[in-house]
């Protein structure tokens, strides 16, 4: 197992029901059968991975496999969730691929300064995400999980 | 017609002339009185002097010829007597020499009476060596005496001088010379008058020409050019009169002109919607208008002569002088203000931001400098509004991208899942009009792309740098290859052309340009594209061009208007935003874009980057 395979979550930060409900459609279409968590804000994302507020007791330690973040989120904003994560020395190394819905280079040059691993254009149709996982190394923990009968590419 | 001209060199030999002529008639006429005079001496001398000079002569011969007779009687000797003969001849010989001092008839006289005398004392002597005495002897000596008595006289009355006549002769001479002495002086007299009278004449000319002159150019000088000089005469100072005349004219001309160009300054000064201030080089006002009375709150007269740095905030007042300084060092139009944040002072104290152009002004006292000063108060605050306004499209624009987009992909996203996963429970009718929701959603999509491209474009701020256009080139058309694979196009990029500019943006530019090429040339079975650089006015000049469908230059004012499309979306795709946005990129780097194309026979893009560093590299 990969030490950050803790329970192969997938942590998705969406607060659009419809750009969530087309991505997990996406995912489960690829047969990827991680546990995908959903986080409607930017806090909530911070208290899933750091065990605070509705997921007070939940176990820090356990990481998701990667992050999907989206940067327009109310309350706490993606940018702002993608600082405290590389903040913080635990989560530090934690893949996290930003969601965007333009190419706004501001958005793009932003997250990357603060240190996101990749970005995916939304919808983010499996393609995208497959280029985005691929590039993260995270393509055979992935696909080794979810869909071991499958021949790689 | 033109009156005779008369030189004043003319007018002075004239009267060198007339002076020479009467001084030499002076000299002839002297020389001939001379003459006469001396002629009148010449007459006394030849006359009178051989007269007086004869009688002692004559005498002396004849005493010596009587002594010979005297000593041939006291000797006895009749011998003796032969040589008295030649005493006589003695005697004629003078005589005959000193004959044309006498009266022809005097010397005759005078030998008949020698004759007889000689005769008488020779006799006389004869007879008394032979020692005759007797009566008759004393009557012979007696009569010898008398003989000798009457040669005496007749010697003494022929050389007698007339006194009377040697005095009217002298009397005359004098005359003569006297009335030499007053021809000359009548003469002299004369020439000297004419002399004068002439000389007066032209000098009386001269020096009213003179005066005329020395008045007119007076006048002149003091700026009054109404009154002409008015010179008598043709002579050169008449010449010079008319040549200061002519000069005057002009000078009036010029002077009008001067007036009229200057009062023009003051009214353009006084109705320019700026502040003017004047200003020489020691910094003080020379001049205002009235918009500064308005703008400062002072009057005309507080400010002449004042230092200009009265209407200066107090910051920039230290500074100033230098600035100055350094300014009419190297005099030029120079607007200041946009960057340096000026502000201006007003007699109340108050602080306004200003702009200000200076311009040199060269005058009589020296390069002054004319200041347009404008408060800006106004643009200052709409450029703060602007800013703000465009800090709210920024966030517009944001927001299109996120909100609108949102729906947006909803709509693609469910409409293609409905696609995939209910296909079996539509009819091909239905799943149509579900591909044409896509394709609708798609197409919207990327229109707002363009959009924000193109407004980012505008906003984006150019760092420029050398790029490399003809590398760059090869990459877009590397990627526009592997994006078509089925398409052969030829494409040629002159090497080594290059521009300062933005990278991104001027990749954004060629990726539209050649993009566009690209799609355009899509029936050809033979597509060539071609990036090339020329230079028009030594200035590079890009170009981008193609063999495609080009396009009717009748509609080439379309060409860059955003969503202007000159072909439909089903022969070509695209936005209609891309050479908006590619005009956006080329004028934010300063440069003009155009086209050069024909309907079916290709189209060429041309562009400057607004600086002339660029161009094709060795």
């Excluded at chain 1, 793009?108 to 996101?116: F, N, P, T």
């Amino acid at each position: 197992m990969n030490a950050l395979a803790g329970g192969g979550a997938i942590l998705l930060v969406e607060d659009n029901p419809d750009d969530e409900l087309l991505t997990l459609r996406s995912l489960k279409k690829h047969n990827i059968m991680n546990e995908i968590v959903i986080a409607r804000d930017g806090a909530e994302a911070l208290d899933y991975l750091f065990g605070t507020g509705a997921y007070a007791g939940r176990p820090p330690e356990r990481l998701p496999q990667v992050v999907l973040l989206d940067l327009n989120l109310p309350r706490i904003g993606g940018l702002d969730v993608l600082r405290r994560i590389r903040e913080t020395p635990r989560t530090k190394f934690l893949p996290v691929v930003v969601l965007t819905s333009s190419n706004e280079d501001e958005d793009v040059i932003e997250s990357y300064s603060l240190g996101a691993n990749s970005y995916v254009r939304k919808p983010v149709n499996f393609e995208a995400f497959g280029v985005a996982v691929k590039t993260l190394g995270l393509f055979w923990l992935l696909m080794n999980e979810t869909s071991p009968e499958r021949t790689t590419p | 017609m033109r009156p005779m001209h008369i030189s004043l060199r003319a007018k002075v030999m004239t009267v060198v002339a007339v002076t020479a002529v009467a001084f030499a008639s002076l000299v002839g006429a002297s020389e001939l009185v001379a003459r006469r005079v001396q002629h009148q001496l010449y007459a006394i001398r030849e006359h009178y002097v051989p007269r007086v000079e004869l009688e002692p002569a004559l005498r002396g011969q004849l005493e010596r010829l009587e002594r010979a007779f005297q000593d041939a009687v006291a000797s006895h000797d009749v011998d003796a007597l032969d040589a008295v003969g030649d005493l006589r001849q003695a005697f004629l010989a003078q005589l005959a020499a000193g004959q044309g001092a006498l009266d022809p008839n005097a010397a005759d006289a005078l030998r008949l009476a020698l004759a007889t005398y000689c005769a008488e004392a020779d006799d006389v002597s004869r007879r008394l060596i032979a020692n005759e005495t007797g009566e008759a002897l004393g009557e012979r000596i007696a009569a010898m005496q008398a003989d000798q008595f009457r040669l005496t006289a007749l010697i003494q009355t022929s050389t007698s001088v007339d006194r009377q006549a040697l005095a009217s002769a002298f009397t005359q001479a004098a005359a003569a010379e006297s009335e030499a002495g007053s021809y000359r002086l009548g003469i002299s007299i004369a020439c000297l008058a004419v002399a004068f009278a002439l000389a007066a004449w032209i000098g009386r000319g001269i020096i009213r020409s003179f005066a005329a002159l020395a008045e007119g150019l007076d006048r002149f000088g003091a700026g009054d050019f109404r009154r002409h000089i008015h010179v008598k005469g043709h002579d050169e100072l008449a010449d010079l009169a008319e040549q200061a005349n002519a000069m005057a004219s002009r000078l009036e001309v010029v002077s009008k002109e001067q007036q009229q160009s200057e009062a023009k300054f003051r009214s353009l000064m006084e109705s320019a919607p700026d502040a003017m201030v004047i200003m020489g080089q020691d910094g003080r006002i020379a001049l205002v208008n009235a918009q500064t009375e308005r703008l400062f709150g002072y009057s005309r007269d507080e400010l002449a002569g004042a230092p200009v740095e009265i209407l200066m905030a107090e910051k920039h007042r230290a500074a100033h002088g230098e600035g100055r300084a350094s300014y009419f060092r190297e005099p030029r139009i120079r607007s200041m203000g946009a960057a340096l944040d000026l502000y201006g002072r007003r007699k109340d104290g108050t602080e306004f931001p200003v702009e200000i152009t200076l311009s040199p002004i060269d005058t009589e006292e020296g390069t002054l400098v004319s200041g347009a000063i404008r408060d800006v108060t106004e643009r200052k605050r709409i450029e703060s509004a602007l800013r703000f306004s465009n800090k709210e499209l920024e966030a517009f624009s944001y927001s299109v991208a996120h909100d609108l987009r949102a729906p947006l992909r909803g709509i693609h996203g469910f409409s293609h899942a409905l696609l995939e996963d209910s296909a079996d429970k539509l009819d091909d009718e239905g799943k149509e009009f579900l591909r044409r929701i896509c394709a609708g959603a798609e197409r919207m999509a990327e229109l707002i792309d363009a959009l924000l491209t193109l407004s980012r474009v505008s906003r984006m701020k150019i760092q420029r740098q050398s790029v490399d256009l003809s590398a760059l080139a090869h990459i877009v058309v590397g990627q526009l290859r592997a994006s078509t694979p089925d398409r052969t196009v030829e494409f040629v990029a002159e090497p080594g052309i290059r521009a300062n500019g933005d990278a991104p943006l001027l990749r954004a530019m060629l990726e539209n340009l050649l993009g566009n090429a690209w799609k355009f040339t899509g029936a050809r079975p033979e597509a060539r594209i071609t990036f090339g650089c020329k230079y028009e006015e030594s200035a590079p000049v890009y170009y981008v061009a193609d063999n495609g469908a080009g396009f009717d230059m009748a509609f080439a004012n379309k060409l860059f208007a955003p969503f202007q499309r000159l072909h439909t979306v089903q022969e070509f795709a695209g936005t209609g935003i891309g050479l908006a946005t590619v005009q956006r990129i080329v004028r934010r780097h300063g440069g003009e874009i155009w086209a050069e194309a024909a309907l079916g026979k290709g189209a060429t893009f041309l562009f400057t980057l607004g600086n002339a560093e660029g161009g094709v590299s060795a």
